[in-house]
């Protein structure tokens, strides 16, 4: 869960940020694939947060992935975490690592699914 809401450049009204944030991803994966977190990420085509987030807030809403301004950086994606409770599901990049292997070896496995059951399968 991303949050708070952006300004984007030469809107009035604030956006919600899953469509800059899905962005920054699809250019992460392309760039560098899902084992990197999408965090510390610069967004484009925004001009900051609708509201500015500090270190407080973020101890506060461990559970939030907040989106903040700095002055020698821009706005960048501060955060990588899922909403689950359990170790092996609460980073962003190991939950969708997991995922992209699930669904390689499922498709890997996809030509075998009615071969007989011998020594060869």
Same mark, same amino acid.
């Given at each position: $869960?991303?949050?708070?809401?952006?300004?984007?450049?030469?809107?009035?009204? @604030?956006?919600?940020?899953?469509?800059? %944030?899905?962005?920054? +991803?699809? &250019? =992460?994966?392309?760039?560098?694939?899902? +084992?990197?977190?999408?965090?510390?990420?610069?967004?484009?085509?925004? !001009?900051?947060? #609708?509201?500015?987030?500090? !270190? &407080? !807030?973020?101890?506060?809403?461990?559970?939030?992935? #907040?989106?903040?301004? #700095?002055?020698?950086?821009? &706005?960048?994606?501060?955060?990588? +975490?899922?909403? *689950? *409770?359990? *170790?092996?599901?609460?980073?962003?990049?190991?939950?969708?690592?997991?995922? $992209? =292997?699930?669904?390689? %070896?499922?498709?890997?496995?996809?030509?075998? %699914? #009615?071969? @007989?059951? &011998?020594?060869?399968?």
């Amino acid at each position: $869960m991303y949050c708070p809401w952006l300004r984007q450049s030469g809107e009035e009204a @604030p956006v919600i940020p899953s469509g800059a %944030v899905a962005g920054a +991803w699809a &250019t =992460v994966d392309r760039q560098r694939g899902v +084992w990197k977190a999408p965090a510390k990420i610069a967004l484009r085509g925004i !001009d900051g947060p #609708f509201l500015q987030a500090t !270190d &407080t !807030d973020q101890r506060a809403h461990p559970n939030l992935n #907040f989106i903040r301004e #700095f002055a020698e950086r821009g &706005t960048l994606i501060w955060g990588a +975490w899922t909403l *689950d *409770d359990t *170790d092996d599901g609460r980073l962003i990049l190991i939950r969708r690592l997991y995922n $992209m =292997v699930e669904r390689h %070896v499922q498709s890997v496995l996809e030509q075998a %699914v #009615f071969e @007989p059951n &011998t020594a060869l399968t």
